[in-house]
């Protein structure tokens, strides 16, 4: 079958040739293998052609150039050497597309990533425009790769080695003024000048060399080079702990190319990327990315979502601003937040403002996004403004009177359509919509702190919501940004009820005689972004602690803490980073000294031990808590799928995302194995170990959670 081809050309009249990028029936432009045959075709035309003065790359589509390589391509791989042969593919296109004659000019909009950066590196020069939409950037590390199509030999050339290392290990973005301040892109203008600007470079001729800063140039020489790799190494691999093969494999190839010359650059940049293919780390890192795909294109519903023109927002504390914030920055939607207290709308309209205006400050947005996004959001004391909003989220106490005479409120002053969403962590939907007279409205949407970073809501329909609440609520969570995950309405829902066993265990082996840094760097070597004593300093002790009453009503002994120790933390008027002191010491706002553990907190901690266990015992105890919980979610039906739960343990938790998810890394690990570890814990450490029936059935079935890798990494 003949594929439909995504490139046309077009010759104008003033000879400049124009190869539009279109892939049919996709919304995103992605490379393909089998565009190599369709680009080749193309360029012997264009070579043939001695009339032509000059090539123009430009896409037909409305927000993007093209936002990378099909990552499909990859999963198909069998082998190393098939992975290395794409890489080789894509090399000798771009090689190609560089040996032209000719100026060949990138003409940008949009998202300009992975193979499509790669592709505007092998032209002669970029223009690009100044668009919020247009990106660029080379973020095959956080696929667990490198760039396999030239990008990590010709970024190093053209930006300096230093730019290219920060860009390529982190997979860094660029707004458009970045790229032009260091090198990346030429020119930056209007969108609707873009094809005429990019012609009229094109027909200026191929550009003398650009000359890197005399920095670059000395990082780029033996000696800078040597020091430079070193240090970077270093920072990385403290950072990565190890984690993330394709870090050092993206320094060795970097720096083969600089020592030795592009040929062997670009040979060791094939052979990394397919080798780094098969990685277990990239599958997971793969399987989270074609997850969190899968997510969002799922309505959450079979229902129709009703319209999105406006919502309300109770209370302006620290979660009801981050809402207010995301729903007018992201969602474009007007907000109105009611508090009983006029500091309070003050409180969120400022927690807005700060955030907005730190982006006009590093040139993110200009200051005229930044008062249009202000403008949609306004306060009251009152219910005044409220008579039409589509969706009215909740964001006050934890106390369940209060919210259901929220509810109440809200269907008297509040349209017959309106939704009310709870923001609760722990309370269950059903119990705040039982007064409700229209319960069919009311649905939980849970998100997390701070709401602005954290990518993650769940969704929580209770026995009688409509399908219609849930899809419209799930479109509303997409459009602030959010990735939604639907949920069912028992306690702790899905990420609270996984993440308090393990916070509990870390709490426990505090008392058993382990210091606070030797448990958080325990499981940040694992893989988490921090500790568990440092999450819960964070969320607030306080908080984080609150729905701990809730699941041990609902689930028994499994989910106590360690007697008295909480309510001792507690009435030292410990709180964690917001209020300065919690197991870790903090300073004031606006000096800069690192958190410092606090040692008159082990005064408080009943400790029953002498601490004598490794890291990887300490992790493995607070890991296998965690995954035994979500077996349990899984075999409740909390969870719609594996998939689900993958994408809450990583987005909601920071679960490490190299090994895919908690499912993903069960299935790695295998039921069986699962089973035995924590029988073993629980003959040493007691029955809160014992691992769940679901586990049990699975490990003498030798099921997986997940269908099968294959499924799972080309769905």
């Given at each position: 079958m003949e594929i439909a081809s995504a490139f046309t050309l077009d010759i104008r009249p003033d000879n400049v040739a124009i190869v539009t990028i279109d892939v049919p029936g996709e919304k995103m432009n992605t490379l393909k293998a089998e565009f190599g045959v369709q680009v080749r075709a193309m360029l012997k035309q264009i070579r043939e052609n001695k009339d032509i003065r000059g090539l123009?790359?430009?896409?037909?589509?409305?927000?993007?150039?093209?936002?990378?390589?099909?990552?499909n391509m990859i999963a198909r791989a069998k082998n190393a050497q098939e992975a290395e042969e794409l890489a080789r593919q894509g090399q000798q296109v771009m090689a190609e597309i560089h040996a032209l004659s000719i100026p060949v000019i990138a003409a940008i909009h949009g998202a300009c990533l992975g193979g499509g950066l790669e592709l505007a590196l092998a032209c002669h020069r970029r223009i690009c425009t100044d668009d919020a939409k247009t990106v660029l950037g080379l973020p095959e590390v956080q696929l667990g790769l490198l760039p396999g199509s030239g990008g990590t030999q010709r970024l190093p050339r053209l930006v300096g080695v230093s730019t290219a290392l920060e860009m390529i290990l982190t997979g860094k973005q660029l707004r458009a003024r970045q790229a032009l301040k260091v090198g990346l892109v030429d020119e930056v203008v209007s969108p609707s000048i873009l094809l005429e600007s990019a012609v009229?470079?094109?027909?200026?001729?191929?550009?003398?060399?650009?000359?890197?800063?005399?920095?670059?140039?000395?990082?780029?020489?033996?000696?800078?080079?040597t020091l430079l790799f070193s240090m970077v190494g270093k920072k990385t691999e403290q950072k990565t702990r190890g984690n993330y093969p394709a870090t050092k494999r993206i320094l060795d190839v970097i720096e083969t190319g600089l020592a030795q010359g592009s040929s062997s650059g670009y040979a060791a940049e094939a052979k990394a990327f397919g080798e780094l293919a098969m990685t277990p780390q990239s599958q997971a890192l793969r399987s989270i990315f074609f997850a969190s795909t899968d997510v969002k294109k799922d309505p959450g519903s079979e229902a129709e979502p009703a319209p999105l023109r406006s919502l309300g927002v109770l209370g302006g504390g620290l979660m009801g601003g981050g809402i207010a914030f995301v729903s007018a920055s992201k969602g474009k939607l007007p907000v109105r937040i009611k508090d009983i207290n006029p500091k309070g709308i003050n409180h969120a309209l400022q927690y807005s403002w700060q955030i907005l205006d730190q982006k006009v400050k590093r040139r993110h947005i200009k200051a005229s996004e930044r008062d249009k996004a202000l403008a949609l959001?306004?306060?009251?004391?009152?219910?005044?403004?409220?008579?039409?909003?589509?969706?009215?989220?909740?964001a006050v106490f934890?106390?369940?009177?209060?919210?259901?005479?929220?509810?109440?409120?809200?269907?008297?002053?509040?349209?017959?359509?309106?939704?009310?969403?709870s923001n609760t962590s722990s309370l269950p939907i059903g119990d705040i919509a039982a007064n409700s007279a229209r319960p069919e409205l009311v649905i939980g949407l849970h998100f997390f702190s701070p709401v602005e970073k954290m990518p993650l809501v769940e969704v929580i329909p209770h026995a009688r919501t409509s399908p219609q609440t849930v899809a419209t609520v799930v479109k509303l969570a997409k459009m602030q940004g959010k990735t939604p995950v639907v949920v069912a309405d028992k306690a702790g829902f899905y990420v609270n009820r996984i993440l308090a066993p393990y916070i509990n265990e870390a709490m426990r082996l505090l008392t058993e005689g382990e210091k606070i840094e030797h448990i958080d760097e325990a499981l940040v070597k694992f893989g988490f972004p921090v500790g568990p004593i440092q999450l819960l300093d964070e969320v607030g002790i306080d908080t984080g602690t609150k729905i701990i009453p809730v699941l041990e009503a609902a689930y028994g002994d499994r989910f106590s803490p360690p007697a008295n120790f909480v309510s001792a933390i507690l009435n030292d008027d410990r709180k964690g980073r917001k209020n300065g002191r919690g197991f870790y010491l903090y300073a004031a706002k606006g000096r800069k000294s690192k958190k410092q553990i606090d040692p008159s907190v082990y005064g408080l901690i009943p400790i029953t031990g002498q601490g004598k266990l490794t890291a990887h015992q300490c992790a493995e105890r607070c890991v296998m808590m965690m995954l035994n919980e979500a077996?349990?979610?899984?075999?409740?039906?909390?969870?719609?799928?594996?998939?689900?739960?993958?994408?809450g343990g990583v987005f909601g938790i920071g679960f490490p995302p190299f090994l895919g998810g908690p499912f993903r890394y069960m299935d790695t690990i295998g039921a069986g194995e699962v089973v035995a570890i924590l029988q073993r814990l629980a003959t040493q450490y007691g029955p809160r170990f014992t691992p769940c029936d679901e586990l049990l059935q699975m490990a003498e079935r030798g099921q997986t959670f997940w269908p099968s890798r294959e499924t799972a990494l080309v769905s």
């Open positions: 123009v790359f430009i896409s037909a589509k409305a927000d993007n150039f093209i936002a990378g390589a099909d990552i009229e470079l094109a027909l200026k001729g191929r550009q003398a060399k650009r000359h890197l800063p005399v920095r670059e140039r000395i990082l780029a020489g033996p000696l800078g080079r959001i306004s306060g009251t004391t009152d219910y005044s403004g409220f008579a039409h909003r589509d969706v009215v989220i909740e934890e106390d369940l009177a209060l919210k259901q005479k929220m509810v109440a409120d809200v269907e008297e002053h509040c349209a017959q359509h309106t939704i009310f969403a077996a349990r979610c899984f075999s409740e039906q909390i969870i719609k799928s594996a998939r689900d739960g993958d994408i």
